[in-house]
């Protein structure tokens, strides 16, 4: 078996872009561009809570540092550098290498440093600190939301909850809608360049990983408003065309989490200016809802023009 | 069973000094100073590994943070925010409180604002990244050491090791030795000012956090240097003084490690600047050997004048 320093060393270290000191000495040594603002964010996953220990250590890498470039894309910074703490059962050398193969590959694709980090013995934990930059001044926060704001969120959230439920056998899709799905949950794309395009437009922003109700309570409670989803605006093709029911599809879409797209609430008059962001980027962006002047109130309005009141509730990990 | 949310904002939200924004949003946010240089540094910390699942929390708390803060001092760079990732097996408020209580009495004393963080559940890990500043060009890195420097170190190193020794039997100290080596395992003193006073003195320097001879080691490796260290110059009395027998004091001192330490290379003719600089911190350092101009090749003159040749080896997490 490798020393851990060999390890660490094969695996994890790559030529850097814009680090002055990478791995190997006490601290990494970086210099933020002159005018700009951190954003730094933390995100510890756990085996068995966070992942199966069994997820391909390819995707795993990859969505280790997706789900927290998706924490920056949601303040509308740009991300930076990384540094990841690898807590291993043992050194399993295969492992290592897929995992830094995914976890590189999105580095690469997002234009981001692996600038240090720290392995050790344990039971299979990762935990990812990203740091970002911004002008200052300039970040999407939660607390920004107006009444009268659209209320806004990309792609097609639901998916991943999808993907959990068939590979938990709690649902039953169709060999294709069921390889979506999974593929959905195991190699999420971070919306980093829309988090980008959003700065001046999007008012407040976060990413949905702990489902679109839930998470829109953040922004609720932050900016003081409250929010009315109108069903028959939510993205539920795609979700029932993977072969869920109705009730699944909506139940994925508005609850479930992990699928980290970007939610936020923008002007109206600012309508044109998003859809053209959604087709420069090619991504969709579906307008749902609009904030309201009833503090952290939600209403759900039918297609047949009932209200709805749901309670406002995440998912909560020691719930 | 308080919520996730609850308990965080309940033991982890103070305010901060300068941080723009804190916990509850995607990122924190934060300026550093015009013409500063970042200094980054990550740590895993697994109960059963690096410390007792029934260590005092407040102590395990302080030691959290002060471990990341040896690092930023070894490379002499001012520790500003720190992010807290924290794996739970449940979530135990007494426990809580007390850990809370003791990172922040660490993070006080230095001047460091808790940032950020994530909570979630599983065998109980500490991740903490720590965020630092220095003028731009100025980090002490492991590189910088010439021939002809004096090697130094600070502090008492060795007597954590003995502490360790005395918690699992291995070694049998006075009652008074005892308590005082435990202390220094439980509750180590980072070497923050005595870092930032090396600048533009020391030419190379590192923390002692696996042993100091192995640690030199890395120093020697990136230095291109050999080393010579003089058994007679070491400070063994303190570390003879708790009980320890001659063997075990030397062992403890070369070997042991989690002292936390500042072992730096400086030019022979600072010596008098270094010595000022231990009366003005009121801390002890020690001029145990100098660096030589064989390459990775390390010397021990015994008080005899026998030399030997000891191997480089530091403790390893996977060995």
């Not at 078996?1 to 000495?25: C, K, Q, Y």
């Not at 990494?28 to 603002?37: D, F, K, V």
């Not at 959604?278 to 503090?295: D, K, N, S, V, Y």
């Amino acid at each position: 078996m490798s020393s851990e320093f060999e390890l660490i060393h094969r695996h994890f270290t790559r030529p850097t872009a814009h680090t002055d000191l990478a791995v190997g000495d006490d601290a990494a040594l970086m210099r933020p561009r002159p005018g700009m603002q951190l954003a730094v964010s933390t995100d510890m996953l756990v085996a068995g809570t966070h992942f199966f220990p069994d997820t391909d250590p390819h995707d795993l890498g990859w969505k280790t540092l997706a789900v927290n470039l998706s924490d920056l894309a949601a303040m509308g910074a740009e991300p930076r550098w990384a540094f990841l703490g690898l807590t291993l059962p043992g050194a399993d050398e295969a492992w290592l290498a897929a995992f830094s193969a995914g976890l590189f590959a999105c580095a690469s694709r997002y234009g981001v440093d692996l600038a240090g980090g720290d392995t050790t013995r344990g039971p299979l934990t990762l935990s990812i600190t990203i740091l970002g930059e911004l002008p200052a001044g300039k970040a999407i926060t939660r607390a920004g939301g107006h009444t009268g704001d659209d209320i806004w969120v990309s792609g097609q959230p639901g998916l991943a909850a999808l993907g959990l439920a068939a590979l938990q056998h709690r649902i039953d899709l169709g060999p294709t809608g069921r390889e979506h799905c999974i593929r959905a949950l195991q190699h999420p794309t971070p919306r980093v360049e829309l988090g980008l395009a959003l700065r001046g437009i999007a008012n407040a922003m976060l990413d949905v990983s702990d489902g679109l109700l839930g998470d829109l309570g953040h922004i609720l409670e932050r900016s003081d408003c409250g929010a009315e989803i109108d069903i028959a605006l939510l993205p539920l093709a795609e979700l029932r065309a993977t072969g869920a029911d109705e009730a699944q599809a909506r139940r994925a879409l508005l609850a479930g989490g992990d699928d980290y797209e970007l939610l936020f609430c923008a002007p109206a008059d600012r309508r044109d200016t998003v859809l053209k962001i959604a087709h420069e980027q090619g991504i969709a962006l579906h307008r749902i809802g609009r904030l309201t002047g009833h503090p952290r109130q939600l209403m759900l309005r039918e297609t047949d023009g009932r209200l709805l009141y749901p309670m406002l509730s995440g998912y909560d990990h020691f719930a």
